[in-house]
């Protein structure tokens, strides 16, 4: 008797289920009788039309005799800034500037320092000090950053200053 109640049980249950799925697949079959899969056609690809070159008889802006006329007419004098190069080399100037990292300041007898990382190393610098590989002199140094005023060679070979900074670098534990 109990074999036959649990066998009509699982019986109901099944047929439940069977139902549901029933309903389901109904329902789906409705909500998806209005789609159908629709690809939009490929464009029409153009054909190849040639462009034909027509500035053969102009100027040719990389020939060699041209390139030394307009270095010739556009050189400078010779006059304005140039790094001296008598000087002797500070430790710093060997280092490219972006591999110099400011890491922190400090403050002696009323004198401002920057303390910087290049390599290894830990350097301590301050306003006239020379880094990077431009000729780059230190113009202030606060304690956010250290302001830089370096020379530059443009492509006429005239020496051209411009200012760049090296920000402090937040260090992670």
Not at 29 to 49: A, F, H
Not at 120 to 132: A, P
């Amino acid at each position: 008797m109990t074999k036959t109640l649990v066998a009509l049980a699982i019986v109901t249950l099944l047929a439940a289920c069977g139902e549901e799925q029933s309903e389901l697949k109904q329902q789906l079959k409705e909500l998806t009788k209005d789609l159908r899969g629709k690809v939009e056609p490929l464009p029409q690809v153009k054909p190849y039309e040639p462009v034909p070159y027509t500035s053969e008889r102009e100027v040719d802006p990389f020939r060699p005799q041209r390139i030394n006329v307009a270095q010739a007419g556009g050189a400078s004098s010779g006059g304005g800034r140039k790094p001296n190069l008598d000087r002797p080399k500070e430790p710093l100037e060997a280092f490219p500037l972006e591999s110099i990292a400011m890491v922190g300041t400090l403050t002696q007898k009323k004198e401002h320092f920057a303390l910087v990382k290049a390599g290894t190393n830990l350097y301590r610098v301050r306003k006239g000090n020379y880094m990077g590989q431009n000729f780059g002199v230190i113009t202030a140094v606060d304690d956010n950053q250290i302001a830089l005023k370096e020379l530059i060679q443009d492509s006429g070979g005239d020496w051209v200053e411009r200012t760049s900074a090296l920000q402090l670098q937040e260090v992670r534990r």
